[in-house]
């Protein structure tokens, strides 16, 4: 069956540019979380989305990170006034379960470099 | 201090050998506990939960110590196939912590 996608794979941006990426998560799960990934480090979480309802954006690094899951499946990350500091892979991460740490799959990521 | 610390390895290990490595969490209210796998460039996958009574997942064993505060993941008759990046993960809700990974290179 369809797993997580992501979109794009790959984005450069100029820093002080916009970017929006995109998750489609697998298809009835509720939870959606967004992570960012830099070199050599783990995964560190950024926002989850339970539905439609951004319930945590406590993960997010300033107030240029902007996400939301209008309907309650796809989403969009988006990031304005990139910086280089901001080159990083995003992860989005979906699970059939609200509210407890279920088993999460990953799509394969979006990498950022902003140059 | 990070919430998950690992050991960054990398640890080189031939075919057939058995390799072992951990990790410690500062969380004490942690509940769940993970490892995941990530291979190079790929987005990390759930190799297995972690239980107090420690579990097996065939060549696979996780252990996990509350008192200690660390988790530990042992791999026998390691395959080629094993190498990757060895993520412990741990959470106390929905939101997943992961330490920045262990390193297995296994070679022929």
């Known amino acids: 069956g369809a797993g997580v996608s992501q979109s794009p794979r790959y984005k450069v941006a100029k820093r002080g540019q916009d970017v929006a990426l995109r998750c489609d998560p697998i298809?009835?799960?509720?939870?959606l979380f967004w992570y960012q990934q830099a070199l050599g480090q783990g995964p560190e979480f950024l926002t989850y989305?339970?539905?439609?309802?951004?319930?945590?954006k406590s993960g997010l690094p300033s107030d240029r990170f902007f996400a939301e899951r209008p309907e309650g499946s796809v989403s969009t990350l988006k990031i304005q006034r990139t910086q280089q500091e901001d080159s990083a892979v995003y992860l989005c991460a979906s699970s059939l379960e609200a509210g407890v740490a279920y088993e999460q799959y990953f799509g394969p990521g979006t990498r950022l470099t902003v140059t | 201090r990070k919430e998950v610390e690992q050991d960054p390895g990398p640890f080189n290990v031939p075919e057939g050998a058995t390799v072992a490595f951990n990790c410690t969490y500062s969380?004490?209210?942690?509940?769940?506990f993970f490892w995941y796998r990530q291979d190079c460039r790929k987005e990390p996958k759930l190799l297995m939960s972690?239980?107090?009574s420690g579990n097996e997942d065939g060549r696979f064993t996780a252990q996990l110590n509350r008192a200690s505060q660390y988790i530990s993941l042992l791999i026998r008759d390691s395959k080629l196939s094993d190498s990757a990046t060895y993520l412990c993960v741990v959470s106390n809700d929905y939101k997943l912590s992961f330490g920045a990974g262990t390193t297995v290179t296994v070679r022929a």
């Open positions: 298809s009835g799960h509720v939870s």
């Open positions: 969380n004490s209210a942690s509940q769940s």
């Open positions: 972690v239980y107090s």
């Open positions: 989305f339970q539905n439609e309802a951004q319930l945590d």
